[in-house]
């Protein structure tokens, strides 16, 4: 039993209780904390019983010793990764992406004591995002969870990580899967025209259904990257931070279109500032040149008007996807095409290229059965009469 003392001091407006407890491994007695009511410490001595028996002794700072709770790791973990990022070991987008997930666990659980955290509690906390959100959510929010209790090892608010024996979730039947079909996808450049975005957001809705682009890759796109000028279909390249790949396509007549559109009203509207005059300047951005941050409002306007539900900005890379599998590309094509690290990430639409041979069968079915009637019967009597003559019957 750890040894937890509590001793009374008086004073003029009644008395305090301060909690001390001997560290069992230097054999130094330390203060813990101080309360004015007698209840308090008693409640406070008890946990602080427990903790020590289960091997976590609280660090020792200034003005007294007080357990780490999960948002005094986060802000030291915080600090590794903006050194990360400094340096160039973490990209700037996955950086933004635990940042995220970061502050979630901070709404979340910022209060909770590292040393209170049970493997229980780390289970609980996963069903919890995976039943209100996603098994992918769940997953991202775990692995920061996995990043801020080795942080706790190594600043010793712990003595065991309660995550290290838990896995992720499975995310096969959570991946998103919702494309547009041709006619789905005109409505929605239909509505584009509609809103106050109608000169951006047309281009915007091309890259992503006709060339795979994310929101990342269209926000960083620069008017060097861009050849709309050439005597062809021109060029576009695009780079994807996620992946570090550099991917180059020729322009689609529709995109090639929306962007000669856009960079038109800049030339107009902008004084030319934004326009392609300047390599470096990004393609998409306000009138004054300053880079657009988002264009979420303007996308879900679009989408409301028309009435398209479930359906989001990056989902346009499935629909560019599914719709190359279903014109009769393959898996490998699609995975280049689209910028695919790993070909596993394309097999997500594997399921398309099924539909695709089965229409092709269909085609075959009804071809077959269009050659019954007319000249396909004809082939067939032909046949069968030769057949009757080598055998010697009468026709």
Known sequence: MATVTIQRRPRQDG??????????????KKHYKTFRKKAEADLAANELRSLIDLGRIPEVRKGGVRPLTVVDVAASLRTDWERKGKTGELRSATLEAYYIHL??????????????????????YRAELAGSRSNVLANRVLFVLKQLFKKGLAMGAIHQNPTAGIHYLSEK?????????????????EAAEKTRAKY???????LGAEHG??????????????DLDSAGPGLIQLHRTKNARDRGDLLMPRTREALLRWREHLRKNGGGQAAELNPDAPVFCRLDGK?????????????????????RFHDLRHTFCSNLL????????????IGHADIKTTNRYSHLTVEHRHGLLKALDRHYRGGADGEGRHVVDM??????KGLGLST
């Open 103 to 124: 502050d979630r666990l901070i709404r979340d659980r910022g209060r909770v004591l590292m040393c209170r955290f049970q493997a229980d509690d780390v289970l609980d």
């Open 173 to 189: 039947e959570h991946c998103r899967k919702r494309f547009l079909q041709p006619r789905e996808l005109s409505r929605l450049l």
């Open 200 to 206: 951006y957001l047309p281009a915007l809705i091309m």
């Open 15 to 28: 008395a305090s209780y301060n909690v001390s407890f001997r560290d069992p491994q230097t054999g130094v």
């Open 383 to 388: 046949g069968l009469k030769s057949r009757k």
């Open 326 to 337: 279903l014109s009769g590309a393959g898996i490998k094509d699609v995975s280049e095409l």
């Open 213 to 226: 682009a994310s929101k990342q890759e269209c926000l960083g796109l620069t008017w060097g990257k861009i």
């Open 291 to 311: 880079p657009l941050a988002a264009f979420r409002t303007a996308f879900a306007q679009a989408r409301r008007i028309a009435k398209i539900s479930n359906f």
